[in-house]
C-alpha cells in the first residue's frame, strides 16, 4: 500500500494560471519536504515542514509556495507558472530530521505540465 | 561545500553483467550520511541503503553491495548478475551534521540512468 501519496499523477496547467499539487502519508512522520525534480536532473529541495515548522530553501523563488493543514496533507502551490516551472515534484516524509540519520518515503511524483 | 559527483550520466550492460555505479562525495563534516536511491519509471524513488561516515564496513544485500572508502570519498554501488527489474535512474545522495536544525537538505547527485538489455 503506498504510504506517501500524491494526486495527481499527471497535472497539465496555463502560463500563469495557479496550480495547487497535493501529498498524503499514511506514515505519521513528523517531516514533510517537496523537492522539484527537472529532466535527467537531481532532485532540488524546495522546502521542508517539521511539524507546523515552515523552511525554505535560500534559491527557492517566492511563487512556490507550502501548506500543511495537519500531519498528513501538505501542498505546493505555484502562484503564477512559468514555462521553467514544468518539472516533477516529489513529495517526501521522514520521521524526524535528515540529520538524524532517517531516510525519506517519497511518493510517485506529480508530473507538471505548463503550456 | 557538500557536492555528491555520479560521473557515469548512462551504463548499459547486458542481463547478468556485474556493473558499478560510481559516486564521490565532498563534505567538510566529519559525521553525514550517505544513500542510495533508484528511480524506477513509475518515478518514486526507493530508498536502497544509507550509510554513516563511522561505518567503513562494505555491505551486500542479496545481489546489491557497496563500497564505501573515506580514503577516496567514494561510496560505489554494484549490481551483480544484473537484471532487466534493475533498470531505473540510481542517485546517490548525501546528508550532514548532527541533530542540529538546518541541516535537512539530502544533497543528490545526478543520477545515473541503467539500462539492462535482455
Known amino acids: 500500500d503506498a504510504m506517501v501519496i500524491q494526486n495527481p499523477r499527471y497535472q497539465v496547467t496555463q502560463f500563469g494560471k495557479p496550480v495547487t499539487l497535493s501529498c498524503s502519508q499514511t506514515l505519521n512522520h513528523n517531516v514533510m519536504y517537496w523537492y522539484q525534480q527537472k529532466s535527467s536532473q537531481a532532485p532540488k529541495l524546495l522546502f521542508h515542514y517539521y511539524d507546523k515548522d515552515f523552511n525554505n530553501e535560500a534559491d527557492t523563488p517566492d511563487n512556490f509556495q507550502s501548506r500543511r493543514p495537519n500531519t498528513s496533507f501538505c501542498f505546493l502551490d505555484i502562484r503564477s507558472p512559468g514555462l521553467g516551472d514544468a518539472a516533477m515534484y516529489l513529495c517526501a516524509t521522514s520521521r524526524d530530521l535528515m540529520a538524524t540519520n532517517e531516510k525519506l518515503f517519497f511518493g510517485s511524483g506529480t508530473q507538471l505540465s505548463v503550456l | 561545500a557538500q557536492k555528491v559527483t555520479q560521473a557515469q550520466t548512462e551504463i548499459s550492460v547486458v542481463e547478468k553483467e556485474d556493473v558499478t555505479l560510481d559516486c564521490v562525495y565532498e563534505?567538510?563534516?566529519?559525521?553525514?550520511?550517505l544513500f542510495w536511491y533508484k528511480q524506477p519509471p513509475s518515478g518514486e524513488l526507493v530508498f536502497l541503503i544509507r550509510?554513516?561516515?563511522?561505518?567503513?564496513q562494505n555491505e551486500i544485500s542479496g545481489r546489491y553491495s557497496w563500497n564505501f572508502q573515506k580514503s577516496t570519498s567514494s561510496f560505489n554501488f554494484t549490481i551483480t548478475a544484473s537484471q532487466v527489474v534493475d533498470s531505473a535512474v540510481y542517485f546517490c545522495a548525501l546528508t550532514w551534521g548532527l541533530s542540529n536544525f538546518g541541516n535537512e537538505k539530502l544533497t543528490f547527485g545526478t543520477g545515473t540512468r541503467l539500462t539492462i538489455i535482455p
Open positions: 550509510r554513516n561516515s563511522f561505518d567503513e
Open positions: 563534505t567538510r563534516d566529519t559525521t553525514y550520511y
